[in-house]
């Protein structure tokens, strides 16, 4: 009973953490709301009702359905096939809530198409159910067959007294309509975040009259109305009561900017800002871009900050929160927000909220302020520019040289091609700390891969300033990084370390061995030094971690898994460094809550045996972790997986001689979400005694940790000065090494700039079998980009290289993953055989990103012909004029592109005009032509015109005819499929005639059932 009684409260407040994140409002005691429940089950448990009102309803009426179905919770409204029903619900409240407006929002889910089974909602109240009024009608589109919480456009006027409310829905629906409960709460708390009278939020509304400008005044927020033009490329904005829409016509890049006059004045600091807008067009291509400026003037307004947003929702508004802060400073009295993107048609904003995160103090006066403001005036976007200027502001005594020599005429030319970031508060301090930066404010050049050229901190004279913007490492000095200290060895504790350094958690099996080949057998991290963790569904940076050793030696590598690991697996690693004073024979005795371990002593593998005689308190019992695991693959489709058993204890020998050595653990698991990943380790000697002799810490010793925190950072990429970075045997291997951090997917920007270090370069070569073919050092400033001269090799095969850092002396700095290259023979077989070739690469973007993996302008175009392919699936959706040159290329060097009439396009080349026009145009340099992209499996609303089954096959057929009379030999692929055994589609458009039009199918080959 001890036991279950934590477990029974943790339960609950699952639930109403549950119930609550699952809600689109954050109410509060001030401002609570009123959740309309439907089912059989009593209404949620441990919800505070003094935030929120949960009630239970029934149905209190139908019509035009076969039957109701009550289940745990949720009620169906049923109806076999198409047609027109109504249904209502009543509920009665324990108190009446207080009378004002409140936003309403439904969630259910239904069959039909949404843009033909729009919801008209109906909402009654009144003190009994016998004197019920109309307090609001609502229209509301459904999501199909997903839940989801809808809210409605207009708000419902609640009265005193109402204590019986009644919804009332009719409308079209396909089989049933299920509803799950609906939503009543003030507008207030419809915001995506809360203020306080100290913090109060700020509002920046848009619209001619819109709802929160005429609400009750709230001390928690602050309304500023704001006024809307069009930018370049818009052809027209209309304001409406409560947004703003932005037109062009069709598909296309245009910009709007809207500005706001801050009175009163809002308290200076860092604000967080939401946005909440909609547009149409393929979420992959609308990302939509926002600049911040602000000023005591409306003619002199600057930079505050910049950010980036995705609507993942066409024409649904989302409240969207910006990745960084804005700055608003003393005196600032008006603000703009530019913005610009791409989108279908229109763009429509509602409104912007600041949330007031830090506040500046009262150290900057506005005349401060005003010299800052003149400085960042100046600045301009430069996404592509090859210096970037940091300015990290803060209380100091030096700061008027500064702002005033970067605002001099001198000055001004640099920022035509120089990027300005500013930062200010609790951020700038840090990064300074960090960059051993004693005094704010201060002026920090990079380059455009974070790499520090020279720091700038108290100028002077202005003419200082101009010099350090000039040249910043001629007149600019480079912080020394700070000392960091490594904590002493310990010896061991009754044959357990005090703590082990882990690194976790990723799916696959492949571990860091996905960064480089053998990546273990060189890997020596440090707390703190960034770790990859990629996912089936994405990725994140996350760091190597000290883990405390717990009194019965487990160690813990993740405390809760977040996902299940049942189909992709997971693996993590555990890390020591040991220490002997003399020749010692150990047993390492091993058991983890996974399925496999690995391990490495100094870079080389050691065997692992089931253990005979595993140490007390080890489990010798092996059992699956669950029968069944599920997951989502890639494709996010449900993925369910047969579980492995739990691996039995294990042992190895391991012999040290005296001196430091390095272990590594790999540990692969398959666990659950929610589960904890973890393991214990022990050291005996041969006859099972705990050692004592053995002394452990979690950082390397042999590395001056100082540069390693820095030399962590970098990605070296290697490549062979030859086309596509393919040699041939005999070729001279110049090799170009660039040392600097890059961007990835999981981290596409740093936190602060890289100073640069003194350091030796050593780059050791080594064939497919680990054999070293030769060694070059390199002295030089990193991060830097270097060349090496390996000379000549005659031998055809894969070559890697493994980089490593050294200070001037000769310390360990870093070993890095391998990077490699391979040397091809001659492809004229190949070519010869063109027409009977059947294999092709992949690419429908080909002609527009296929050379960024190189690096080299044409880099594609070699990479096909070295490696004898010579024919690619894809090349640019439609033919923009723009690639005409690489057609006119490929044509002349015999290689093999599919001409692409859509891609990921729901309306690119839609009738059979655009259609001619584009095969003709195609048709010069290609006989292979193919379609939309994945057609099959297109659910979202603006794809359903192209999609639909009659409209698919007649646009085939006419594509088909057209490819095929203006080349006798044309190849047609139609568009791509992914799942076509999902659902009724691909059956409608084959007994359409669809395959009458199709000379191969292009299948993509993810799994069609759930994969087990």
Known sequence: ?????????????????????????????????????????????????????????????????????????????????????????????????????????????????????????????????SRLELRGTLAMKPKGWEYAWI???????????????????????????????????????????????????????????????????????????????????????????????????????????????????????????????????????????????????????????????????????????????????????????????????????????????????????????????????????????????LVLDGKGDQDEMLFRGLATDAARPHYDKLPVSYLIGPDAEALARSLNLPTLPTAVMTDDHYGMIGVLSTPKSEADVAKFLTDPGKFGT???????????????????????????????????????????????????????????????????????????????????????????????????????????????????????????????????????????????????????????????????????????????????????????????????????????????DPTGQPLQSIKTQVADPSADLALNAIAAKLRPVIFVDAPANLPHPGDALKLKVDMRWHPILEETSLLGPLPRFQAKLRLRLVDYSGNEVAVKEISGLFPDQVEADFGKIADAGYYAIYPSLYTPEGKLIIHYPADGFSIVRGAAEQKQRLDKKKLWNNDYYAMADGDKSFQQAGGYFDWLERMGIYKTVGSYPGFDPQYKTQWQQAKQRGLVFFADSSGDSSWLNDNPADGQKFISTAAEFTRFFKATNEIDIRHEPEWQKLRDPAHWVERAKWEYEQAHKARSNAHYLGGSLVRPGEGDWFKQVLQLGLDKYQDAWDVHAYPQQSPR
Request: glycine share 10%; with cysteine; proline share 6%.
């Open 478 to 684: 480079m912080p020394t990084p700070s000392v960091v200290q490594g904590d002493a060895a310990k010896p061991l504790k009754a044959g357990m370390p005090e703590a082990w350094l882990v690194g976790g958690l990723q799916d696959g099996l492949a571990g860091v061995s996905i960064l480089g080949l053998d990546t273990e057998t060189v890997l020596r991290p440090n707390p703190n030094q960034p770790y990859l963790s990629l996912q089936m569904m994405g990725g994140e940076m996350r760091s190597w971690q000290v883990a405390a050793t717990q009194a019965n030696g487990v160690a813990v590598i993740e405390p809760s898994t977040q996902h299940s690991y049942g189909w992709s697996r997971g693996s993590g690693y555990a890390q020591l460094y040991l220490h002997v004073d003399q020749p010692t024979q150990a047993l390492l005795h091993l058991q983890q809550s996974g399925i496999k371990t690995a391990g490495w002593l100094d870079g080389q593998p050691f065997k692992l045996t089931d253990d005979q005689n595993p140490s007390a308190g080890f489990t010798t019992t092996r059992e699956k972790i669950k029968t069944l695991l599920h997951g989502l693959t890639t494709e996010g489709l449900v993925a369910t997986a047969l579980s492995d058993q739990t691996e039995a204890p294990q042992v190895a020998a391991i012999n040290l001689a005296p001196g430091w050595h390095s272990l590594l653990v790999k540990l692969v698991m398959q666990h659950d979400q929610g589960q904890r990943f973890q393991f214990a380790g022990l050291f005996t």
């Open 151 to 389: 809210a409605a456009d207009v708000p419902v006027n609640l009265k005193s007294g109402d204590v019986v409310i009644e919804v009332r829905d009719s409308g079209a629906g396909h089989d049933a309509k299920v509803f799950d409960a609906f939503l009543l709460a003030p507008p207030l708390v419809a915001l995506p975040a809360t203020g306080s009278a100290d913090k109060p939020l700020v509002l920046l509304d848009l619209g001619n009259a819109p709802a929160f400008a005429a609400a009750d005044k709230d001390s928690s927020l602050q309304v500023q109305l704001g006024t809307a033009i069009a930018g370049p490329g818009a052809e027209s904005v209309l304001t409406e009561k409560d947004e703003v829409q932005v037109f062009h016509q069709g598909f296309g890049s245009w910009d709007a900017n809207f500005r706001f006059e801050l009175n009163p004045a809002i308290v200076p600091g860092q604000y967080r800002v939401f946005t909440r807008y909609k547009s149409g067009g393929e979420v992959s291509q609308v990302t939509q871009h926002f600049t911040v400026k602000a000023g005591a003037k409306q003619e002199q307004l600057a930079t505050r900050g910049d950010f980036a947003l995705t609507n993942t929702s066409p024409w649904e508004y989302q409240w969207l929160q910006s990745p960084t802060t804005i700055n608003v400073l003393p005196g600032d009295h008006w603000l703009e927000i530019n913005n610009t993107g791409k989108a279908d048609g229109a763009k429509v904003f509602d409104a912007f909220l600041l949330k007031l995160e830090t506040p500046l103090g009262d150290w900057m006066s506005a005349e401060q302020a005003q010299a800052r403001n003149r400085f960042l005036a100046l600045t301009k976007a430069m996404p592509n520019a090859q210096q970037r200027l």
């Open 1 to 129: 009973m001890k036991l279950l009684l934590p477990l029974f409260f943790f339960t609950v407040q699952l639930v109403q953490a549950a119930e609550l994140s699952g809600l689109p409002i954050k109410s509060t005691v001030e401002n609570p709301a009123l959740l309309l429940e439907l089912g059989n089950v009593s209404p949620s448990t441990g919800i505070d009702d003094k935030i929120m009102q949960v009630v239970s309803g029934e149905v209190s009426g139908h019509e035009g359905d076969a039957s109701i179905q009550t289940d745990k919770d949720e009620i169906s409204s049923l109806h076999p096939g198409f047609g027109n029903w109504k249904v209502n619900f009543r509920f009665k409240l324990k108190s009446s809530l207080p009378a004002k407006s409140y936003n309403f929002w439904a969630r259910w889910r239904q069959g039909g198409d949404p843009n033909v089974c729009v919801q008209t909602f109906e909402v009654w109240a009144g003190p009994d159910s």
